[in-house]
């Protein structure tokens, strides 16, 4: 009698041991593993979502720079909300619809822009929740940027110098047409003023 009475306790201590480390390990691929995959992208990664966020051009003209989200999700959702968010300072300009549907192990490519109004270190986040009838999963990523005095993300890239010359050529370009056409009508004008002014003989 001893032994079964022993025998139960232990097959009740192992089966809450056993509960206990398989409701740890959920617990522990709840929460987001995140990575610095290079300068300008974050990785994170849960068991809900992998997402992976990258700094793209910035444009010379109003300084925005262009951000990609990518989604590789692990469950079916049709009702998937994309959630961008960052300091006052910064304006965010989803290029997509704010809910979207995934299905499971498919990936998916979302754009914003992003727009400083002043210098400094910031984080771009971007949360993806999504909505179930009985509860909702998450995961969320964030990528530094750090802007000079001219709002300029550093370190300055390649890309960037290139956008720079290509707008100055441009400017240079529009100018110096404006100043030829201003001179070839000036030429017509001033000839037809000749004629206009010239007393009939």
Known sequence: MKKLISLAVFVAILGIVST?????QE???DIPVETQ???TTTRATNKYFDLTLSEGLQSPLDKSI???LTIVPHIDSSKTQIIWDSSST???TPKHNEFVSVLQDQEYTYKANVKPSASGTYNINVSVIAWQYDTNYTNTVSN???LGKSLVSLPLTTEYMILVVI???????????AIWGGIELSKK?????????????
């Open 189 to 201: 004008y001033i000839k037809k003023a000749k004629v206009w002014l010239t007393p009939p003989s």
């Open 66 to 68: 262009l951000y990609t």
């Open 90 to 92: 910064i304006k965010i």
């Open 20 to 24: 206990s480390a398989i409701k740890a």
């Open 144 to 146: 530094p940027v750090t």
């Open 27 to 29: 617990m522990l691929t």
């Open 167 to 177: 707008e100055l050529l441009v400017i240079a370009g529009v100018f110096g047409l």
């Open 37 to 39: 995959v290079d300068e």
